[in-house]
């Protein structure tokens, strides 16, 4: 990797947002981040997934609404009105887990399984649609976004890429996630790894390298929505209450493989023992209580809601009816910094590092990034 090259990579490890102690200030904090970086000592990303180093655009990433007319709903799966308990009912759970509180919602139709390249080709092949992976860093906007005097890297860095897993081959402390993390030039949703790879026989895989925008852009091409956060929970239980996960309370290491997550020791070995080593093709494991497949692992799913850590404790006392989130993100680790909530956890996903396949596990990122292992599934009211 050219100096250039890990120049963007330290500068989009510098806007990540993760989990430290609070300073006061954007510009100290982001400064701070970057110095971190700079030294390899980025912080642990367990509260917060990475983030594309700048907007391309302006971002519009507001709630969605349903647009009218006919939906298909081949693939989808009819999932009954109800009520339940959303949120972490054990002490495993992250703070923005808690209160446990009574939501209902009125039926909706849910994806079987996430989005796939097929699915996703046809869209794009339908509409030409760029992604953002796709489109190239505007230094005029991500300048503003990094200590003053950061000196610009060369043109032919600020290319389009995406950040990519690039495991080590040794263990590494996991509070420097620039050791299994890479900038790469040319990473899209077409080339996941990079230039080198293609999805090319892949059809069935989940699509991944595609932001909140991408995904909200298709689903409004296929007539459907993003689901809320209430939505995708409540899909993600099954039928089941108070449990863990969609299977119920046995551990995703014990039994039979139950998810695709990582088994071994994150970030350099994993011993494949679910078969697979990082995507796989939906539909591989067995479907939860309402016949919905890979709810969790394989890749985190974006939600339409914003992020906000104190959703829930506003939402207690009372039964909640098809709550769409808050009006505006909040995330108190980047004030300013509007993030959109992922659910379900992905093939990184383990128990040293992050158990984000619990079911009320909660994470946020940028709506203008997409990730190797973020897709998404689509949802409808009619």
């Not at 302006?58 to 969605?64: E, F, H, K, S």
């Not at 760029?130 to 003053?148: C, F, R």
């Not at 081959?169 to 790894?193: C, F």
């Not at 350099?268 to 078969?275: A, E, M, Q, V």
Request: some cysteine; overall charge neutral; proline content about 9%.
């Amino acid at each position: 990797m050219d100096q250039s090259t890990k120049l963007l990579g330290l500068l989009t490890l510098a806007l990540w947002g993760c989990q430290g102690a609070p300073t006061s200030g954007a510009a100290a904090r982001a400064g701070d981040t970057a110095v971190r970086a700079a030294q390899g000592k980025a912080l642990s990303c367990a509260s917060n997934l990475p983030a594309r180093p700048v907007a391309t655009t302006a971002v519009a990433a507001t709630m969605q609404v349903e647009p009218p007319g006919h939906v298909s709903h081949t693939g989808m799966l009819l999932i009954p009105a109800g009520t339940y308990l959303m949120g972490a009912a054990d002490q495993d759970g992250r703070p923005d887990e808690y209160p446990a509180h009574a939501v209902r919602l009125d039926s909706f139709w849910i994806d079987a399984t996430e989005v796939t390249n097929a699915e996703f080709r046809k869209f794009v092949e339908a509409t030409h649609y760029v992604t953002t992976a796709e489109i190239k860093p505007d230094w005029n906007e991500l300048q503003k976004q990094v200590p003053p005097g950061t000196p610009k890297p060369p043109d032919s860095v600020l290319v389009a890429g995406s950040l990519v897993f690039t495991p080590p081959d040794h263990a590494v402390p996991l509070d420097d996630v620039s050791q299994w993390w890479t900038w790469t030039k040319g990473a899209n949703w077409k080339h996941p790894g990079g230039p080198r790879t293609d999805i090319k026989g892949k059809d069935n895989y989940p699509v991944v390298q595609v932001s909140w925008e991408d995904a909200a852009a298709y689903a409004r091409w296929a007539g459907k929505r993003l689901p809320t956060e209430a939505e995708w929970e409540y899909a993600a239980r099954g039928g089941l209450k108070g449990q863990p996960f969609p299977w119920g309370r046995e551990d995703v290491s014990t039994g039979k493989p139950k998810a695709n997550t990582w088994q071994g020791h994150f970030p350099n070995l994993n011993t494949r023992w679910d078969g697979f080593y990082g995507l796989s093709p939906v539909g591989r494991f067995a479907p939860n209580g309402y016949g919905l497949f890979d709810m969790v692992g394989n890749v985190w799913e974006w939600c339409s809601d914003w992020y906000d850590e104190g959703t829930y404790a506003a939402e207690a006392g009372s039964i909640v009816v098809n709550p769409r989130g808050p009006a505006t993100g909040n995330d108190p680790m980047e004030p300013g910094v509007p993030k959109k909530v992922v659910r379900g956890g992905s093939f990184l996903c383990n128990a040293t590092y992050c158990k984000g396949y619990r079911v009320s596990s909660r994470m946020k990122t940028s709506p203008d990034t997409g990730l190797e292992h973020t897709g998404f599934r689509c949802v409808s009211s009619r």
